[in-house]
Every structure is written in C-alpha cells, then in structure tokens.
C-alpha cells in the first residue's frame, strides 16, 4: 500500500500553521507595545515580534525578593544601603 497523503489535509495543516504563527506575532506585537519596548522592524534580527519579545524577557530579570549572602570578606565599613 502506497503512503498517500491527503493534500487537502496539508493545506489545512498549513493553513493553521500559518494562522498559528501569525496570531503569536500579534501577541508578541501586543507585549511589546504594552511594555513600550522599541521595536524597529528594520533591525536585522529582531524584524519578527516574536524574536523581539524573546529578546527582550531573556535579558530582563523579574523583580521580586532574593536571598543576599554576604561574605566575610567583603569590607565591613561600607555604609548599610550599599
């Protein structure tokens, strides 16, 4: 039997893949407007939203409370808001 596959389920196939992608682009738009982040789209590398938002929270650290140690080493005469 011949493996046979049915080119109206690959275009739907293709289709949703197209609409997939396109609605994450528009998520991502939507991140990057509501952060106000600049987004040139000539810049090369980052022209696609999505790579644009990837860039931006893979550099960005989220607020929120860590654990400080401080070593024994470090000078003691530093005043406390250092």
């Known amino acids: 039997m011949e493996n046979c596959k049915n080119p109206v ?5 293709k289709e949703l893949s197209i609409k997939f992608l396109s609605d994450i682009s528009d998520i991502a738009s939507d991140f990057i407007q509501s952060f106000g982040i600049k987004h040139e789209q000539a810049t090369k590398g980052l022209e696609d939203p999505i790579l644009r938002w990837l860039d ?17 080493k470090f000078p003691k005469t530093l005043p406390d808001n250092i």
Not at 56 to 70: A, E, G, Q
Request: contains cysteine; proline residues 9%; positive net charge.
């Open 9 to 13: 389920m690959e275009n739907s196939e």
């Open 56 to 72: 931006f929270r893979l550099r960005c650290i989220d607020p929120r409370p860590r654990r400080i140690l401080v070593s024994d």
